[in-house]
């Protein structure tokens, strides 16, 4: 393709609007233009890199067994108020009604619509197992629509659901799937990490994010640099100390803490390390009559290192807890502590409470904590002696850079990542709630097992991005970059050697498959390179008069900081060997 044949346009500055890396070169290279809040036009250059995704998307797909079909983006309520989420999905389901007034949604996902297809096309166990998928758009209604295509409201996604006899057959489908998803990351050119993830209210041990790796990423993937142990943060666990808990090597004492109510602060005062200290989290859970109101609250104590935070996720699927839980109001906490916040403890309590203490504090001796009085703290705590063992103890923290792994293969540590895809075992959450069975080997019906798949499309080139940029622009993997290779000939439109050469190059390139540009539009040299740069072409070669009287041309790679002088007989080949590296 000629640049003169396609769209180009590029600018020099972002809008001010453009908050992370990835939504400004888009912008600045002319592949995103804004038309709403998290909606935007997909210009020539973006949507080439968004083909190619789906391309080998639509190949290891193809390849695992899963078969394409396509369900609408305008899905009728009815089916979502079968399984309950039309009611229980919050502003994010854009709920929209016709001429008529029924409902329906704009979709953020195809659950409801898949299972429908299932338990109408899937009658026997002979046409098990299947796995349907689709790419298609997605709107979810953020309330605060940022970083472009990273948290917009509309965005392609690539969903697949499985549907097998029993649960042994779904984890065969998951697996499938998880091995197609590598191999698509693989062939994306991405780093990335398959993390095991939380799965949520809906149970079970089945769930993958597939995370690219960029320092400006919204999650933290846990991994052990030793083994091949990999988690989110949110799911990664926090082992026991080795060690046996220590005697008590201190007594108990009160120590004036004036107007020092946090764990550091204490630690400061007292000239002590910060892991030598204990905070206390109030929680309180409710229980709700048939109306709703609240007929009884039960409050909860949870300690946990000073330099230590909370894990929600963890602390959620605690006895107790996993019916939903809230932090303590100021008054609960005064009932129980007889103190305002900043000074709690689990010593000397006005009400009796469940005390849940992490592993980490389980193993504590001799540390500071509140005392329940303003200005005041307790040191030398110890267990058994100066109050009694917690009532429960359970893996309630994140874990640190440096914690040992929990498969004891070394040391775990942290980066950053951006979660592009999520692979999932949902068992028979939907089948269940929609009826969708099958008939058996005895002619009785079943409930299916399934599982989802999603890739974020449009969410890929974002996360490339961020993992992969300079002060020039974006540097894309070959296998999504707009363009592989552009050819920059100095003085097209005034050398007719150049032209030929140019022509006869460009002709060889596609002939060999390399997609290939060829910028015809006369452009300077600075402002050529600049635009190429900026949008990130892997391969860039240069013709000039000066270099074809010495039968040579430039070629330069988007990661490399010069040009090499190569003949123009061998640049083609050269070419494409860089491209298939």
Not at 104 to 111: K, L, V
Not at 517 to 526: N, W
Not at 528 to 547: H, K
Request: hydrophobic share 40%; aromatic share 8%.
């Amino acid at each position: 393709m000629k640049a003169s044949q396609f769209f180009i346009s590029t600018l020099k500055e972002a809008p001010a609007d453009a908050e992370v890396v990835s939504h400004q070169l888009m912008m600045r290279a002319g592949m995103i233009k804004r038309l709403g809040a998290g909606i935007y036009n997909y210009m020539p250059m973006g949507l080439r890199v968004i083909r190619k995704v789906e391309a080998i998307i639509r190949e290891e797909m193809n390849r695992a067994g899963a078969v394409e079909l396509l369900m609408p983006v305008v899905q009728p309520a009815e089916l979502w108020q079968e399984t309950g989420r039309f009611d229980k999905m919050g502003p994010e389901l854009l709920r929209v009604k016709d001429r008529h007034e029924r409902d329906f949604i704009i979709q953020p996902t195809s659950e409801e619509v898949v299972t429908d297809i299932a338990r109408q096309e899937l009658r026997s166990y002979r046409q098990l197992p299947k796995n349907f998928y689709h790419i298609q758009t997605k709107f979810r209604d953020e309330r605060r629509p940022r970083f472009g295509i990273m948290r917009g409201r509309e965005f392609t996604m690539k969903d697949a659901y499985s549907f097998d006899r029993d649960a042994a057959g779904a984890a065969v489908s998951y697996q499938g799937m998880f091995d197609a998803y590598k191999r698509i990351f693989d062939r994306f050119g991405l780093q990335y990490r398959a993390v095991a993830a939380d799965t949520g209210a809906i149970g079970g041990d089945l769930s993958h994010e597939f995370q690219v790796i960029a320092d400006t990423g919204e999650d933290a993937i846990v991994y052990c640099p030793t083994s091949d142990y990999a988690a989110n943060i949110e799911l990664a666990e926090a082992v026991a100390p080795a060690a046996p808990r220590a005697a008590p090597g201190q007594a108990l004492a009160k120590t004036p803490t004036p107007g020092k109510s946090t764990c550091a602060d204490v630690a400061t005062l007292l000239g002590l390390p910060l892991q030598q200290t204990v905070k206390s989290l109030v929680l309180a859970t409710d229980e709700l009559d048939e109306r709703g109101d609240i007929v009884k609250s039960t409050v909860w104590l949870l300690l946990v290192r000073g330099d230590h935070d909370m894990n929600e996720i963890k602390v959620g699927k605690l006895p107790g807890l996993k019916a939903g839980w809230r932090f303590a109001t100021v008054a609960e906490i005064e009932d129980h502590f007889g103190c305002k916040p900043g000074y709690l403890g689990p010593i000397g309590l006005k009400k009796p409470l469940q005390v849940i203490a992490d592993r980490t504090v389980a193993g504590m001796h001799d540390f500071v904590c509140g005392a329940n009085e303003a200005d005041f703290h307790f040191t030398g705590v110890n267990w058994g002696r100066d109050l009694p063992e917690p009532t429960l103890v359970a893996d309630i923290r994140n874990v640190l850079a440096g914690d040992p792994s929990p498969d004891g293969q070394g040391v775990l540590a942290i980066q950053r990542g951006i979660e592009v895809g999520h692979v999932f075992y949902l068992g028979t959450k939907y089948s269940q709630a929609m009826n969708a069975t099958y008939l058996d080997a005895n002619g009785k019906p079943q409930l299916m097992e399934m599982g989802c798949y999603g890739i974020g499309v449009t969410r890929i080139l974002g996360a490339a991005i961020e993992q992969s940029h300079d002060a020039r622009g974006i540097i894309w993997p070959a296998s999504i970059a707009p363009f592989a290779a552009v050819l920059c000939p100095i003085g097209y439109d005034r050398s007719p050697e150049v032209k030929a050469a140019a022509d006869a190059l460009h002709a060889e390139l596609l002939a060999a498959g390399v997609d290939v540009l060829l910028d015809d539009r006369g452009e300077r040299p600075g402002a050529m390179f600049a635009d190429w740069e900026l949008i990130g072409v892997p391969q860039r070669v240069v013709l000039s008069d000066r270099g074809l009287k010495a039968g040579t041309v430039e070629l330069q790679g988007r990661r490399e900081d010069a040009a090499s002088m190569v003949p123009l007989a061998e640049v083609a080949a050269l070419v494409k060997g860089r491209l298939s590296a």
